[in-house]
């Protein structure tokens, strides 16, 4: 059966495809790529992180992942200050609710 391991990095994409024998894991796949448990931030199989035991079929894409340089959350939170946004701190109906019940007591 033949796999391929997808790396992105911040400046390329390294492919590379391997053969294996019917039944391999993808910590087999790994050992095969000369991928030590060091080197190894994160893995899976088409886009899902799945455990090392996983069973490959043929025509598999294992992608190694990144590490993430920064926490999305505040990534996102960091923009929306340099761009001049108010964050309310709630949803737009949440407001309008609070006000309509504050107004009516």
């Known amino acids: 059966m033949r ?3 997808v790396s992105a990095w911040a400046d390329r994409v390294d492919e590379r495809a391997i053969e294996l024998a019917q039944g391999a894991t993808l910590g087999d796949a790994l050992i095969a790529l000369g991928i030590n448990d060091s080197s190894l931030a994160d893995v899976g199989i088409w886009g899902k992180s799945v455990p090392l035991d996983t069973p490959l079929k043929d025509g598999d894409r294992i992608e190694q992942y990144r590490p993430l ?4 959350k505040l990534a996102r939170h960091r923009r929306a200050n340099e761009q001049g946004y108010r964050w309310q701190g709630r949803t737009r109906r949440a407001a309008k609710a609070k006000q309509a019940t504050e107004s009516s007591a």
Request: proline share 14%; aromatic share 0%; charged share 15%.
């Open 69 to 72: 340089i920064a926490d999305p």
């Open 3 to 5: 796999v391929t391991l």
